[in-house]
């Protein structure tokens, strides 16, 4: 197990979260892993996403590691299940869990910090939050919702 997956596990055990976030099977993982790539990104696997989606995006940058507090604001659904995925660079491709934005805020809130990614399962939108701070959104219904926020 990495680190990143440990302090993960350790704070859905925490938090008593066992019946409410689950790994995708680690023999579908990769191959979801995969999907999202090709469906977001252009250039193929890379480390940032964020560096090259393939749709508009847009950002909103938080002070002092906040922006997780914000999820919940900016998704359609905060109680929609959706992946959740999470950027550790030990692992031949990104763990993805299965959970709310809800539970999924309340885990970030427990651990180190980390890039990751928030995508429901009909790919429709995708939020991360990167090293610098900030949240960027994919996808007009959190776009929309990042654009008030900024104002």
Not at 41 to 61: C, N, Q
């Amino acid at each position: 197990m990495s680190q990143v997956t440990e302090e993960i596990q350790n704070a859905i055990g925490l938090l008593k979260l066992e019946s409410s976030v689950k790994r995708v099977a680690i023999s579908k993982e990769e191959t979801l892993y995969y999907d999202l790539l090709s469906h977001f990104v252009d250039g193929g696997d890379r480390r940032w996403w964020w560096e090259a989606f393939k749709l508009p995006s847009e950002y909103i940058t938080y002070d002092e590691d906040s922006g997780f507090e914000k999820l919940v604001e900016l998704v359609p659904d905060s109680k929609e299940e959706i992946w959740f995925m999470v950027e550790d660079d030990k692992l031949p491709h990104y763990p993805i869990y299965e959970s709310s934005t809800e539970n999924i805020t309340k885990i970030i809130g427990e651990c180190f910090a980390y890039e990751y990614y928030l995508i429901p399962k009909n790919k429709r939108w995708l939020l991360c939050e990167t090293h610098h701070n900030s949240i960027v959104g994919v996808g007009k219904e959190v776009i929309s919702k990042i654009e008030k926020a900024r104002m």
